[in-house]
């Protein structure tokens, strides 16, 4: 597994996206930055989680900018969070009893139905 360190620095490299990827369980939209955060750390589940809850959940739906954050603890559980936008109030979260993706705060956009890396934006 990627240290969280490497996996961070590697993802600030990503400034825009060359192509658009299309999850093939929910059909979410994602940048070259999401796909490099999934495929170094393991977790297209991420991307299928967050595409489920977007298509599907009353309360996220239709929103066209959130804010989406995983917080892994060192103990290997995480918190899946939606917000609208940065100081508004959580209106989605889902918790992992266990994951080996690495430990910290990662921060993701979905834009008009678009995910990618902070640095995408």
């Known amino acids: 597994m ?17 192509r658009y990827i299309r999850d093939p369980f929910t059909g979410l939209t994602h940048t070259d930055g999401i796909e490099h955060l999934a495929e170094r750390a393991g977790a297209q589940w991420l991307i299928s989680d967050i595409g489920v809850v977007f298509r599907l959940h009353p309360n996220v739906k239709g929103i066209p900018f959130q804010l989406w954050t995983l917080t892994v603890t060192e103990e290997n559980t ?25 430990v910290g705060t990662w921060k993701m956009y979905l834009i008009d139905g678009v995910l990618m890396v902070p640095s995408e934006y």
């Open 2 to 18: 990627i240290a969280a360190e490497d996996l961070k620095s590697s993802l600030s490299h990503f400034t825009g996206t060359t």
């Open 78 to 102: 995480a918190i899946l969070t939606c917000r609208e936008d940065c100081d508004m109030p959580v209106i989605y979260e889902q918790r992992y009893e266990y994951t080996d993706f690495p």
